[in-house]
């Protein structure tokens, strides 16, 4: 019984670490090269920033800007 419960909470911590991983991910709207990054590992920006996190030009040659 006491391996069951270790067991379930170990499963539901697992899960919350997945999580947790999955909205540290940034993923590029499009392919191309990517410069004036303003984050670092660990960074998280405040919920009112307005300016881009970093900048994008895609292989295509148009720019984007990728925001929180």
Avoid: C, W
């Avoid at 540290?24 to 009112?48: L, M, R, S, W």
Wanted: charged share 20%; no cysteine; proline share 10%.
């Amino acid at each position: 019984m006491e391996n069951d419960k270790r067991i379930a909470e170990l499963t539901s911590q697992i899960s919350r670490t997945q999580v947790t991983l999955k909205y540290q991910e940034i993923k590029a709207p499009v392919g191309g090269t990517i410069f004036d990054v303003h984050a670092a590992p660990g960074y998280v920006p405040p919920p009112n920033q307005t300016e881009p996190l970093l900048r994008i030009v895609p292989d295509d040659n148009r720019s984007y800007a990728l925001t929180n």
